[in-house]
């Protein structure tokens, strides 16, 4: 299968950045008119020098020398320096010491002069070789920081990760004239391909493999990475949120290696401001989302408190009705009595709606006071007659169980939701078991029990939540918005509530968990 290596053949030419060897300094072996203007320098010196030895004596001619020497070294380099010393020195010498007109130096003076001005063309060609290394550093940190901050701020720009990752990919190709791929992944947690420059439509195998090994490991890895791999490819990648969204693969055109190591803090640069404007986005798309969940929240209890209020008092009224009216035959009395077990169930549904109007605004009030288990549970059977249709409930609560600290109103509707859902959910016959008892942790456990099909695998959480109705399990009728009351009310006495299969598979088991902190002995209570 062939590579698709040579696309961008010849790219250094297309006018980008490319990524070829920073050239040398061509002031360190010297340049033709950089000898011939030191040179110069010192045949003028050497006339000027001349003219006035014909005036007399000078001793300290040799001073003159140090002009060219001082700007061959600083201008042209450390050779051009050295080359202007040495002949500054033999022109010093062959025109001004005698005996002149020859290269032999009789005085040790005279040799002190010569080696100044070749020890002034080392000095003041290093000093000079460490200013421009400065000024090219200084330079290039610049043409970095202006790079950097041009892209800071098409980043600025970028609202969505659609396009903050086809830009990432077209500033490093355009920076390092380098191919380049992103990958993402998807809710497999598989690399997936979002962008690359030149535009391909996937990646192939080894691409693959190293993308999906970098998305894993979060580590560098390709050819001068940590971890070598087979594909020519360099991946990267690109965290956000304490986690990676992202990882960026470089190649080169001809399949040599993507970048040399003294490119790589500008690559680590532009990945972080990648990763800081991913991190924003992603923010961004929170806090979107959060205001959509806290306004439909808003919404959905405004109309939970006004559709409540308005069925309150015409129910009230159906109720009232139908409880005063006496029926004249057998079947008229049937239909009476269903009408108002709907009515009932009606006004429990209406009830619920104002409790979790009550829950989510803050607005529950609760009084705890010492409640017997055992008169709860009977009230709770009491007011849920007429759903339970005749069945019966077995009661399994211990007279010598402790007393609970809990707001009897609150759990007395708890336990009625608890019933209810049992009796609509647990089959036609099967079998309602309400029994209490201490558990090893510490504390007691009020558990509902009935003989329904069960719940689905990891539902028991779920079915607490507001309107949850589980397609595939026994819980599929109903408002839902029973058992999210009953968690409600039991978090706000500090009870916690959980939701289980039997252990024998044959039902359900909802469960209500009351602390030892919250339980009082009989006498104590007293």
């Known amino acids: 299968m062939p590579r698709r290596l040579d696309r961008r053949a010849g790219r250094g030419q297309s006018g980008r950045v490319s990524d070829a060897p920073i050239p040398s300094d061509p002031a360190r072996w010297g340049t033709l008119r950089g000898y011939l203007e030191a040179l110069g320098l010192v045949a003028a010196m050497t006339l000027l020098g001349a003219g006035l030895f014909t005036r007399g004596a000078i001793a300290d001619i040799g ?71 400065q000024a090219r550093l200084a330079q290039a940190n610049s043409a970095r920081d202006a790079a950097l901050a041009g892209f800071a701020r098409q980043l600025m720009a970028v609202s969505h990760r659609d396009a903050l990752w086809p830009l990432l990919a077209r500033e490093i190709a355009r920076r390092f004239d380098v191919r380049v791929v992103m990958a993402e992944p998807d809710e497999d947690g598989q690399a997936v391909l979002v962008a690359s420059d030149p535009p391909q439509d996937r990646l192939d195998m080894l691409e693959q493999v190293s993308a999906q090994w970098c998305l894993g490991s979060g580590l560098a890895a390709g050819p001068g990475a940590p971890t070598p791999t087979a594909s020519e490819w360099l991946f990267h990648p690109v965290a956000a949120g304490g986690k990676i969204v992202a990882v960026v693969g470089i190649a080169r055109p001809d399949a040599a290696a993507p970048l040399r190591a003294e490119r790589l803090p500008l690559l680590g640069s532009l990945l972080d401001q990648a990763s800081l404007a991913a991190a924003r986005i992603m923010a961004e798309e929170e806090m979107v989302a959060l205001g959509k969940v806290q306004e439909r929240d808003r919404l959905r209890a405004a109309l939970l408190s006004s559709v409540g209020h308005d069925l309150r008092t015409p129910l009230t009224t159906v109720l009232g009705t139908l409880r005063a009216m006496r029926a004249e035959g057998p079947e008229q009395a049937a239909q009476l009595a269903a ?188």
């Open 339 to 526: 009408a108002l077990a709907e009515a009932e169930r009606l006004e429990r549904f209406v009830a619920n709606l104002l409790d979790m109007v009550r829950i989510e605004t803050g607005n529950l009030d609760h009084a705890t006071e010492p409640v017997d288990l055992g008169e709860a549970v009977a009230a709770a059977i009491g007011d849920v007659s007429r759903t339970l249709a005749g069945r019966g409930v077995d009661v399994e609560v211990p007279d010598d169980l402790p007393l609970v600290l809990a707001d009897p109103r609150l759990l007395h509707h708890c336990l009625i939701n608890l019933i209810d859902n049992a009796a609509r959910h647990g089959g036609a016959d099967g079998r309602i078991v309400v029994r209490a008892g201490p558990v090893d942790a510490g504390g007691i456990e009020l558990s509902v029990i009935d003989e329904g099909p069960g719940l689905p695998p990891g539902a028991g959480e779920r079915l607490f939540g507001m309107f949850q109705r589980l397609a595939g399990s026994d819980r599929t009728g109903g408002s839902g918005l029973g058992l999210a009351i009953v968690r409600g009310f039991a978090e706000a006495m500090g009870f916690s509530v959980s939701a289980a299969n039997r252990a024998d598979g044959r039902g359900a088991c909802f469960a209500l968990h009351v602390p030892s902190t919250l339980l009082r002995d009989v006498g104590e209570a007293a």
């Open 63 to 133: 001073l003159l020398y140090l002009v060219p020497v001082m700007f061959a070294a600083t201008r042209h380099g450390l050779v051009t320096g050295i080359v202007t010393g040495l002949g500054s020195s033999l022109a010093y010498n062959f025109f001004f010491i005698p005996p002149i007109h020859t290269f032999a130096i009789r005085n040790p003076a005279h040799l002190v002069t010569v080696l100044v001005l070749l020890g002034v063309a080392v000095v003041g060609s290093q000093m000079a070789g460490r200013l421009r290394e």
